[in-house]
């Protein structure tokens, strides 16, 4: 495998409050604070964490879809390395060709005054790919790839449910024939039997098409599902990276174990054993010093408290940010309750 | 009603008025709530399960209505028993009931307060209605109730206004409310939906305490299966207005019957084993709308044992597999008829 992408110590700032007299901003929230890391060509790099973890601006801001205050990204096209950052307008739309980013919402992301031929079949209008029968040939392909009805095309977005608008949405963003699709919770708003069927969709569409996602959600066990390697986000910053069997079932960091062992098994013999955390999850706006998860870590020291732990390699390919990441022995997912018996359960 | 049996529900009918036509939304649901025990109603989105919630405190939007069946609610205290579904939506029997005896907690901790009164006023509002205690009672219960729920320096956060609490805190706000008047049955409608991972195993933990610690019955209603097989006792899977199959969650789990429910199971990501991942089993199709119901069993446009002449002709009866085991299917009718000739 061969790299596609690499991120580098990539930061965020989002101004806070209002501007001052002569348009000076006061404040800055920090939302992604110098994260940096790989993906492979054809891998799915999940990206989980909590609400307010920076994830969906980390999603955004490796396309410059949002712009990022300052970091170096590096995207390798027809075996050149482009600076995604150093692109102007013009390049980064020609890159954007290339990247292309499915939402959460099915009901907001599509235009509901365009038919659905129209909705996908509009990227390759904006590129001046196609035309005439050419252009619709090239919808009705990705209509039936993505599982959707020639006869769906002629209709509009609202005659759709959920599921066969993100279907819709999969298909705009592959009419271009990218590599890298950032999918923003692209299942989480989908009842369970559709999440199934578009996590399999997107599945077979990456080995069709050769695709590489950015799968960024916060259902833990579609995530493990559907990912090769899994980065955990906390307050900005990535906590840790390892394949998706090493995250779950060995985890090196606390915050990932409180994770990890808060996912509800749908297993009613499993009983849920969760470490659970204490406080509240701190402002980022005002990050603790150190560690930024010593406030609510249960094995904090003193070195916590005072310096901020690197991100660093430990075994291969699993790489931690704690500074007693060698000496933990932590729980992972499905590590509680497996002694329990479903007889104990049921008395 | 036998003795243990909070509510019992019958043949409930829910239908929605649509410009004078009426159209049909729960389909005659039949569940019993048994002291001390967590029933889930689960369901894909479309199915019912929060409108019957709603209409067990007569809570329903104005458009929909109960067009027949019983809510039969034993008191605890008079043991009597009163048929809900009968009284007028807003006598004042059924206010004495609702947040008296039933409680209920909803998805959205952010919309469910007021924004202008602080926490304290806001749970201390129905201990004054309901109890009758003064504002200083009040308080002083609203304190430990803030408590019981975990929330850290309660006497600090009874004075705070909701915008001051974080998600979890304010679900956990909401469920000191529905506390207050120490009722004997609470509804959850998808009580941790919205809220993070975490947070959500420590609202369940707190709702697993207050079964084992304070006796206290519930009906749960969630689509997340995983928090079905961690809370709950029994389950109900609704399929478009119906309970399509009902038993206890173990027997649920380990031997689903309905077509439905092994196919509900089987989609649903798991992390026993990761090694076979990628291939989910979904089911085909989706939930057809509500003004396109499929004739007979709904269910049988997607279904693989679907028995054309039969499921799409009439709604099949209940097939009682075990005393404890109920499933409406066909593929168990005919069953249990040879086993019968």
């Known amino acids: ?347 | 009603m036998q003795n243990d049996v909070l509510l019992d529900v019958r043949d409930l009918h829910i239908t929605l008025d649509f410009d004078g036509e009426d159209i049909p939304v729960v389909q005659g649901i039949d569940f019993k709530l048994s002291a001390g025990k967590v029933l889930a109603l689960v369901g894909e989105s479309g199915c019912g399960k929060s409108l019957t919630s709603q209409a067990l405190l007569r809570l329903l939007p104005r458009e929909l209505r109960i067009s027949s069946g019983q809510i039969n609610f034993r008191d605890p205290d008079t043991q009597s028993t009163v048929d809900l579904a009968s009284m007028p939506a807003e006598c004042k029997a059924i206010r004495n009931i609702r947040g008296n005896h039933i409680a209920m907690i909803f998805q959205e901790p952010m919309s469910s307060f007021s924004l202008l009164h602080t926490i304290g006023n806001q749970i201390g509002e129905v201990i004054r209605l309901h109890l009758k205690a003064t504002k200083a009672e009040a308080r002083a219960l609203s304190i430990d109730l803030l408590d019981k729920v975990g929330i850290p320096d309660p006497a600090r956060a009874v004075d705070q206004f909701p915008y001051e609490f974080s998600g979890g805190m304010r679900q956990r706000g909401m469920i000191a409310k529905a506390l207050a008047c120490n009722p004997s049955v609470l509804i959850a409608d998808e009580p941790t939906t919205a809220l993070d991972v975490t947070i959500q195993a420590q609202i369940l933990e707190i709702m697993r305490r207050l079964k084992a610690d304070d006796g206290m019955s519930m009906i749960f209603i969630t689509h997340d299966l995983g928090v079905v097989a961690q809370i709950a006792d029994d389950v109900a899977i609704m399929y478009m207005g119906k309970i399509v199959e009902k038993g206890p969650v173990g027997e649920i789990f380990k031997n689903p019957q309905h077509p439905y429910t092994v196919r509900l199971l089987s989609a649903i990501p798991r992390l026993g084993d990761l090694s076979s991942r990628r291939q989910l089993a979904s089911i085909r199709g989706s939930v057809p709308s509500l003004f396109e119901r499929p004739p007979g069993c709904a269910f049988h446009p997607r279904c693989d044992s679907f028995k054309p002449g039969l499921c799409d002709d009439q709604f099949p009866p209940l097939t009682q597999l075990s005393p404890i085991h109920e499933v409406h299917c066909f593929l168990y009718q005919t069953a249990g008829e040879e086993v019968a000739s």
């Open chain 1, 1 to 347: 495998m061969s790299r596609l992408l690499k991120v580098t110590d990539i930061k965020v700032d989002f101004p806070i409050g209002k501007a001052g007299f002569f348009g000076r901003k006061t404040a800055y929230v920090r939302a992604v604070d110098g994260v940096s890391f790989e993906i492979q060509r054809g891998e799915t790099l999940g990206l989980v964490g909590e609400s307010g973890s920076g994830k969906t601006t980390l999603g955004r801001a490796v396309l410059r879809a949002l712009e990022p205050t300052s970091g170096q990204i590096v995207y390798e096209h027809n075996d050149t390395s482009v600076d995604i950052m150093g692109l102007d307008r013009n390049g980064l739309r020609a890159m954007w060709r290339h990247m292309q980013m499915i939402f959460q919402d099915p009901y907001s992301s599509l235009n509901p005054r365009m038919t659905v031929r129209d909705v996908i079949g509009e990227p390759l209008i904006a590129n001046k790919m196609a035309k005439g029968t050419a252009l619709n040939d090239r919808v009705v392909d990705m209509a039936q790839r993505c599982g959707l009805n020639v006869a769906h095309l002629s209709r509009f977005p609202h005659a759709f449910s959920g599921g066969q608008r993100q279907r819709i949405a999969i298909a705009r963003a592959l009419i271009l024939h990218p590599e890298f699709i950032v999918c923003d919770e692209a299942v989480s708003a989908l009842d369970v039997s559709i999440q199934a069927q578009i996590l399999n969709l997107l599945t077979d569409l990456q080995v069709q098409l050769n695709l590489t996602y950015l799968f960024i959600a916060h259902d833990l066990a579609a995530v493990a599902y559907a990912c090769d390697r899994v980065a955990v986000m906390y307050l900005g910053q990535i906590v840790e990276i390892a394949t998706t069997e090493k995250l779950y079932y060995t985890p090196k960091h606390p915050y990932t174990e409180a994770l990890m062992s808060a996912i509800p098994e749908a297993d009613p013999s499993q009983v849920m054993q969760p470490v659970f955390l204490t406080g509240e999850r701190p402002s980022p706006t005002n990050p603790p010093d150190g560690c930024r998860f010593n406030t609510r870590c249960q094995y904090v020291t003193q070195i916590c408290r005072e310096s901020s732990p690197a991100l660093k390699e430990g075994e291969s390919g699993h790489l931690v940010a704690c500074h007693h990441a060698g000496e933990l022995t932590l729980k992972g997912a499905l590590e509680h309750g497996a002694s329990i018996s479903t007889e104990t359960r049921a008395s």
